[in-house]
């Protein structure tokens, strides 16, 4: 169960520009949040991922695993799609629990500043997960390309409960329910496709939202590696 040094993943953050000017105070707030975390010992983050070989060639569904995905927006165009890297990270129960706490005792903006905090927190342990996603299909002389996650376009949410079982996050305590959502609920899911010879996707999970070009969260969608 791989797990990340939290404090090399709070520092990362941490040096990210504070807001400033008329919105100095959002900044002090996601400071307060930051000391929080590290005061409180909040955040235990952990990944885990596998590829997972098809069950059979691509067809108007992914099969693999024993487990049937609706994801062929992965199969490329040239190349040969022969797996999918499945992975979930999470930053444990601490982090939600104390943030409704805070809202409970109505501290709003620090309950925000902390919310917020910790989607940045989750998107950067993701891209950590999908560099040694690529480092592991390159190990194995693959290709990885294109990034999914469930509720994209391409995949759709109720994938959730099949990516949970692919990527075995049992072992770092995450759990779907009935209705798709994840618990911790600072939790993702990714998945990526693995073959040989994969061309770089032209597309990126972030093509279609209206917030794309002002989004700092965004960049690495289009995630493609060439061994």
């Not at 049937?68 to 982090?95: K, N, Y």
């Not at 597309?203 to 917030?211: A, G, L, N, Q, V």
Request: overall charge positive; glycine content about 8%; some cysteine.
């Amino acid at each position: 169960m791989p797990t990340v040094r939290s404090s090399g993943l709070l520092r990362e953050i941490a040096m990210s520009p504070c807001a400033s000017g008329r919105f100095r105070q959002l900044g002090r707030f996601r400071r307060d949040a930051i000391d929080l975390v590290e005061r409180e010992n909040l955040l235990n983050a952990a990944y885990c991922y596998r590829i997972v070989a098809l069950d059979e060639p691509p067809s108007d569904v992914l099969r693999a695993g024993g487990e049937t995905l609706e994801a062929t927006r992965l199969v490329p165009e040239s190349g040969q799609l022969t797996a999918v890297a499945v992975g979930i990270c999470t930053l444990g129960p601490a982090f939600e629990q104390r943030t409704t706490a805070l809202f409970a005792e109505r501290r709003i903006s620090l309950a925000l500043a902390l919310d917020k905090l910790g989607n940045e927190l989750l998107f950067a342990l993701s891209r950590r997960m999908q560099d040694w996603i690529v480092i592991e299909a390159r190990k194995r002389r693959l290709t990885a390309a294109g990034e999914l996650r469930a509720g994209d376009p391409g995949l759709p949410l109720q994938a959730q409960a099949a990516m949970q079982r692919l990527a075995g996050a049992v072992e770092i305590g995450v759990n779907v329910t009935h209705g798709q959502v994840m618990h911790p609920l600072k939790s993702m899911s990714m998945m990526l496709g693995i073959g040989i010879d994969l061309p770089p996707a032209r597309w990126s999970r972030c093509d279609d939202c209206p917030s794309a070009l002002k989004c700092r969260m965004s960049g690495r969608a289009a995630a493609a590696a060439t061994a």
